[in-house]
Nanobody, 126 residues
Framework: QVQLVESGGGLVQAGGSLRLSCAAS????????MGWFRQAPGKEREFVAA????????RYSDSVKGRFIISRDNAKSTVSLQMNNLKPEDTAVYYC???????????????????WGQGTQVTVSS
């Protein structure tokens, strides 16, 4: 059984920064692509960023490109999301997730992920 536990959320003013972390259980973390998604009240869960199993490839949604950076440490089984220049529209619950297959295709589709964390709240005040 895989467990994903997010941390690092909180309240920050617009223009500020936060770093989210996700710790994964299990010994096969390094073989899976990982992603971050977010869900704002009344909205569907949306893709934010993804990183390949060997950290060689990343993808970002247009809304966060240039502001957020995804990274991973396979030795520690963690994936992180550095969020800079935060905006009020970034307010949401952020989830980390594990992609179910080794294919990079579909890494921005939530249906392609089989394990999810419980989420961490990020609130950006204006």
């Amino acid at each position: 059984q895989v467990q994903l536990v997010e941390s690092g959320g909180g309240l920050v003013q617009a223009g500020g920064s936060l770093r989210l972390s996700c710790a994964a259980s299990g010994r096969t973390f390094s073989t899976y692509h990982m992603g971050w998604f977010r869900q704002a009240p009344g909205k569907e869960r949306e893709f934010v960023a993804a990183i390949s199993s060997n950290a060689g490839t990343t993808r970002y949604s247009d809304s966060v490109k240039g502001r957020f950076i995804i990274s991973r440490d396979n030795a520690k089984s963690t994936v992180s999301l550095q969020m800079n220049n935060l905006k009020p529209e970034d307010t949401a619950v952020y989830y980390c997730a594990r992609k179910s297959s080794s294919m990079w295709f579909g890494v921005d589709l939530r249906g392609q992920f089989d394990y999810w964390g419980q989420g961490t709240q990020v609130t950006v005040s204006s």
